[in-house]
């Protein structure tokens, strides 16, 4: 179950629901990933989803998330809801 107060939200990938967190270590992750003007695509969304599935505390990786049955739609909503709730 996520916790609002703490800025988490829920995506379900494969049946599964992780949790997305905007903690302090993955917000750094992020800046460094943008840090030299990269502009977000899909490869950047998969990895900004990555970061943020660690910071909720799951070990799903990037490759396993490329390998996924993802949703776009629903993973750019919960990555939007994640920088909404946290801020």
Do not use: Y
Request: glycine content about 10%; proline content about 3%; hydrophobic content about 50%.
């Amino acid at each position: 179950m996520a916790n609002p107060a703490r800025g988490e939200t829920i995506l379900e990938i494969g049946g599964v629901r992780h949790t997305l967190c905007l903690t302090l270590g993955a917000l750094a992750e992020i800046e460094a990933l943008f840090e030299d003007g990269v502009r977000l695509d899909a490869r950047n969304l998969v990895t900004v989803l990555a970061v943020l599935l660690r910071g909720g505390g799951s070990t799903i990786t990037e490759a396993d998330l490329r390998a996924a049955p993802l949703d776009p739609l629903a993973a750019a909503s919960a990555i939007s809801t994640c920088f909404e709730t946290a801020l």
